[in-house]
């Protein structure tokens, strides 16, 4: 049914029936806003009178727009929080409807010359909580680690410290670099660094696989290992609104939902969602919801 619904929206799209000059902002994630730029700059050319503009800055102040009533849409890499929702129905008076988009895995960047292949998340803890300092402690060069990270208003920062640091804090050492691309230009150029970001963003660097232990299987971060969440570091890419969706926004929606907005998932650089429907790991009685 949700399916059909969709399809009909595209189909009344293709009809002509985009407002012409109603604009859709879009604030938050900086993981996402390449896939968000391209979204908007296909559908504007392929829905004549629609307007989209994307910016960054983290998930964190896209959340934060929502609340404001400045964004009609937050683009977040992480699940907003309780308290994020319990602000925007204090602000708003409706609900944050979260919406699936797009799948990731968040990938960790080395040098394309380090010899290490593969870690696990006991030993990224180590290294990014000063345990363990150089490459040799795992099978690299004897060279010291340089850790970087994203900033805290990143929600790739806070997936990572979740997951990973189990809420632990990082090494003082580590440095904190504003944008994914910033951290791919210095693990790109530095044989010594470590860094971590979406997959979209691997020019440049390799990846390493990973596993959840050391008796564990390794995964390499690929779309099949992703949407089967074998990757340890899998996660959703999020769209949220205040209410829900309707007008231009809704039309935007259900297009990326849609078989030309899933493709450019893919041409991007991140993995389409799972024709399955499974889209990810939300608690049972979450009061978000999708409208796929």
Wanted: aromatic share 8%; with cysteine.
């Amino acid at each position: 049914m949700r399916r059909a619904c969709s399809v009909a929206w595209v189909a009344m799209l293709l009809a002509g029936a985009v407002s012409a000059g109603a604009a859709v902002t879009i604030k938050g994630s900086d993981t996402m806003v390449i896939l968000g730029q391209r979204w908007a700059e296909v559908y504007m050319r392929t829905h004549p009178g629609a307007v989209v503009q994307v910016t960054g800055g983290g998930s964190g102040t896209g959340i934060a727009a929502l609340i404001n009533g400045s964004a009609d849409v937050a683009q977040s890499s992480r699940a907003i929080s309780e308290k994020e929702k319990a602000e925007l129905l204090d602000r708003r008076a409706v609900p944050a409807i979260e919406i699936p988009t797009a799948m990731d895995g968040i990938a960790i960047y080395v040098h394309k010359d380090n010899p290490v292949q593969r870690l696990t998340l006991h030993q990224l803890r180590m290294i990014y909580q000063g345990d363990i300092t150089n490459w040799r402690q795992v099978g690299g060069a004897d060279l010291e680690i340089a850790l970087y990270s994203r900033e805290n208003n990143s929600g790739t920062f806070a997936f990572f410290k979740e997951r990973v640091l189990a809420k632990g804090e990082f090494s003082p050492e580590c440095q904190m670099l504003q944008g994914t691309a910033s951290i791919v230009n210095v693990v790109a150029k530095d044989r010594q660094a470590i860094g971590y970001g979406g997959i979209g963003y691997t020019k440049g660097v390799r990846t390493v696989a990973l596993a959840t232990d050391s008796s564990s299987e390794y995964y390499a971060a690929t779309q099949d290992n992703v949407a089967a969440m074998k990757y340890p570091l899998s996660r959703n890419l999020y769209w949220y609104t205040a209410g829900s969706p309707a007008g231009p926004t809704r039309d935007l929606i259900d297009w990326v939902l849609g078989p030309e907005g899933q493709s450019i998932v893919t041409k991007v650089g991140y993995y389409r969602l799972p024709d399955s429907g499974h889209v990810g790991d939300r608690p049972d009685g979450d009061t978000t919801r999708s409208i796929r």
